[in-house]
């Protein structure tokens, strides 16, 4: 699909500006003509809508998706369709992603860890609505010029494919008898590559593969290949975290990345209360008497609580 030009009309949003591309469509900087408000528009590829089941489940998911309201989770205006596309249009974020962040090397563990709650207080609002994010990843988790951390991207653009198809490097999409399956492979869990039913717990894989990167500087999974990707994953990570993480923290990641799922924390709530104690555990500033559902984090570039890392 050739890019949208500055001024095309969108339904009733009027593009700005490019901003990125993936394998799931082109996201926009727009203009809400009704409102007079900045929004991000995301085109989705005709791939996602090859027949009309795929369209009454994107539908279907965009309703649920729009009702999850979350500090940490991008909010969803609205989803249209004109003659030639279909569209989403969300909340447009001053900021940058965790990605951009994480090229400029490993986060200090604190802050590591804020980010891992916030991330965690969001899939944890998906959860309680019957949704799995499905793809939690440092490209898909934007750090706000205000302080605070969204998770992006629902997993709505699902298509149907014939068989499995990497896009856009290493985002792949399957479908198979059990489930249609869409992710990031480096971030996916065992059972979405066995092609096994999956539930919130490959979500809390993924944090701790986020997790297990903000603290490494590097990411759990570094192949060159889909195939080489697939066979780590399905095998025993072998990995270290640098001394200056403390061993409370390296067991959290640890169990966020159990193979099986009953071996992992069985909620986004278990996860959290173990990424708060450790917070807190390291510091030597008193906690709150009633721990907030979200966490701003403020700032970005040096969150540390106290003079340790």
Known sequence: MA?????????????VEFIAAGGMGEVYRGNDTRLGRSVAIKILPESAFSNEDSIRRFEREARVAAAVSHPNLVSIYDVGKTDDLRYIVMDFLEGSTLRERLNTGPLQWREAVNVAIAVTDGVSAMHAKGLVHRDVKPENIILTTDGWVKLLDFGLARSRLP??????????????????????????????????????????????????????????????????????????????????????????????????????????????????????SGSAIAPPAEVPRSIAVLPFANLSLDKEN
Not at 3 to 15: D, K, W
Request: net charge negative; charged share 25%; aromatic share 6%.
């Open 3 to 15: 890019e949208l030009a500055p001024g095309t009309r969108v339904g009733p949003y009027e593009i």
């Open 163 to 280: 068989t499995a198809e990497v896009v856009d490097g290493p985002t792949v999409e399957m479908l198979t008898q059990k489930s249609y399956i869409i992710g990031t492979v480096a971030y996916m869990s065992p059972e979405q590559v066995r092609e096994q039913d999956i539930d919130g717990r490959t979500d809390l894989y993924a944090v701790g593969c986020v997790l297990y990167e903000m603290l490494a500087g590097r990411p759990l999974i570094d192949a060159s290949t889909f195939a080489d990707m697939i066979a780590s994953i399905l095998s025993t990570h072998r990995w270290t975290l640098p001394p200056v993480v403390p061993a409370q923290l390296t067991n959290v990641v640890k169990k966020c990345l159990e193979r099986e799922p009953e071996r992992r924390y069985q909620s986004a709530a278990d996860l959290r209360a173990a990424l708060r104690l450790t917070h807190e």
